[in-house]
């Protein structure tokens, strides 16, 4: 299967969302493209809880020469989100609503390192779900934090 692609628009109608999230990280299904031009990918999903690694490069620089806050946004974007999917059972989908990041220092190619993010959800609730993302260095270093509201959609149906 290719690297990189969207999912099947029917995946959630085959598999629970923490099943969609494991058969990424396994390869079996494609990792999004933003990842991939971004540099980053899941690497861990439990239920409620996820891991994404990165390392930004060149084009990721903003003119100052720092990482972009962008590219901090969109790492921290797709593991609160994803932390909310590996919740979801079959049928159901989501979006997000609000998110909120607070930059605490700046990010420098080549010298920052690799980036864990480390996202879960704290409260998840019938159509609401809130989850928390803190982006560390190796030493555990926080260079951002940030949270998310999703909105969550029941399996449609008879059974729904």
Known sequence: MSRIAVLPPDIHLAQTGLETLRAMIAGDLPGPPIAYTLNFAITEADFGRVVFTGDPQENARNPQGT????????ILDSA????????LAIGERYTSVEMKVSFLRPILVGRTGPLRCEAQVINRGRTLALSDARLVDSAGKVYA????????????????
């Open 67 to 74: 990482v972009h806050g962008g590219w901090t946004a969109t």
């Open 145 to 160: 934090h940030g949270t998310e509201t999703c909105m969550i959609f029941p399996k449609e149906g008879p059974a729904a």
């Open 80 to 87: 609160l989100a994803c932390a909310v999917h590996s919740t």
